[in-house]
């Protein structure tokens, strides 16, 4: 499920991601440590480009969904929210002794935020001067002490912000534009298809389950939790899939799905509404429940939507 497809447009809005993790990583084993550690291609990485790869357990459960930047000769991590102390103390145990990595937390020396919605490129160009516009999908760009980087184009663009919190240079004035809260976010999120951890991704879930095939390189050799999720891949298999769904009415989630006959077929895990698709979310499918079988959610009707291209 690649997260890169938005669907709706909505005014720009600035996201607090101040409780997001990162992290700088220098040394030349960095995106090697990375590499082996995480499910996609880190060698293959450039600089000034970014990519999104899963932190996997030993038996291919997802821990956390990472953006990874080359930013040479330095390594950003950027983690979920909340997640930055877990995968700092997880990079940190697998550096081993002759392993060229310093590994920094920057949650006290960098303010994250995003930008979300229509203009945010031509915001960001009016504001710095620079040439948004020309910076590619997961591209990235400095603009004195801050860092500017293309993300999941939520509600039709979408910018992370990284800004030196010491820095002598004025901060982008992000304040005169309105902020986004949760609710509002995870419905944008919804729209664009884009998963989340927390209630889309988690230890619960294998990667491929939760369509994240994109963060994922089938041909880069061993990693954590690899053999699992190649086996997977390899038998293509799957015991649930996560699906768009629309739903008659809101529900609380998460909550089982269930089929009309009142056969046990998977999770609710987000909804919200939309003004344009009316009630939308997330569902955890079981591969055995076919596509012809109408589904309930405490006693709201449940349609599968098309799979997007």
Not at 30 to 58: A, I, K
Not at 173 to 183: C, S
Request: some cysteine.
């Amino acid at each position: 499920m690649e997260s890169f497809t938005p669907q709706i447009t909505h005014s720009l809005h600035w996201y607090d991601e101040n409780s997001h993790g990162r992290m700088r990583m220098n040394g030349a084993d960095s995106l090697p440590l990375l590499h082996r550690l995480t499910t996609n291609h880190m060698l293959e990485l450039q600089p000034g480009r970014s990519c999104q790869s899963v932190l996997t357990t030993p038996i291919g459960r997802s821990m956390d969904l990472l953006t990874v930047l080359n930013d040479e000769p330095a390594v950003w991590v950027f983690t979920s929210a909340s997640q930055g102390p877990m995968v700092y103390t997880h990079l940190k145990k697998n550096i081993f002794f002759n392993d060229k990595v310093v590994l920094a937390p920057a949650a006290q020396s960098h303010r994250q935020y995003a930008l979300y919605g229509e203009r945010a490129t031509d915001w960001l160009s009016a504001q710095t001067g620079c040439d948004c516009a020309s910076v590619p999908a997961h591209g990235a760009l400095h603009w004195n002490d801050t860092l500017l980087m293309r993300i999941e184009p939520l509600a039709g663009e979408g910018w992370r912000i990284l800004e030196l919190i010491d820095s002598a240079n004025p901060p982008l004035p992000r304040t005169e534009l309105p902020q986004l809260d949760e609710a509002t976010l995870s419905l944008w999120q919804l729209e664009a298809g884009v998963p989340a951890f927390g209630s889309e991704i988690g230890t619960q879930y294998i990667p491929l389950e939760t369509g994240l095939e994109y963060a994922i390189h089938t041909a880069k050799g061993c990693y954590v939790g690899q053999e699992i999720i190649a086996r997977m891949e390899s038998r293509g298999k799957r015991a649930k899939t996560l699906e768009r769904i629309t739903l008659d009415a809101l529900v609380e989630t998460p909550s089982p799905l269930f089929t009309a006959a009142g056969k046990e077929a998977g999770l609710v895990t987000r909804v919200a509404q939309s003004a344009v698709l009316g009630v939308i979310g997330f569902a955890y499918i079981s591969t055995k429940i076919d596509e012809s079988d109408a589904l309930m959610c405490a006693d709201v009707s449940v349609h599968r939507m098309p799979a997007q291209q």
